[in-house]
């Protein structure tokens, strides 16, 4: 998935401004598109999908 490794390679969601419309831009979509994408096929908000990355990363420290 694109998205997917978009996220674990520029680290997005460590920037604590990141916004939905910025993460679309970078896929080449527009934000209504990725925000509809993460709804309907991951089931999550946008919000959840970014804190999901980030819980990752703080388990990975804690470590």
Known sequence: ??????MKEQEL???TDVKLSDISV???GAS???SQF???NLGK???TFLNEYRI???KKLLK
């Open 1 to 6: 998935m694109q998205l997917d490794v978009l």
């Open 13 to 15: 969601y460590k920037k």
């Open 26 to 28: 970078k896929t080449g």
């Open 32 to 34: 209504h598109k990725l």
């Open 38 to 40: 993460l709804n309907d």
């Open 45 to 47: 908000s946008f919000t």
């Open 56 to 58: 990752e990363e703080a």
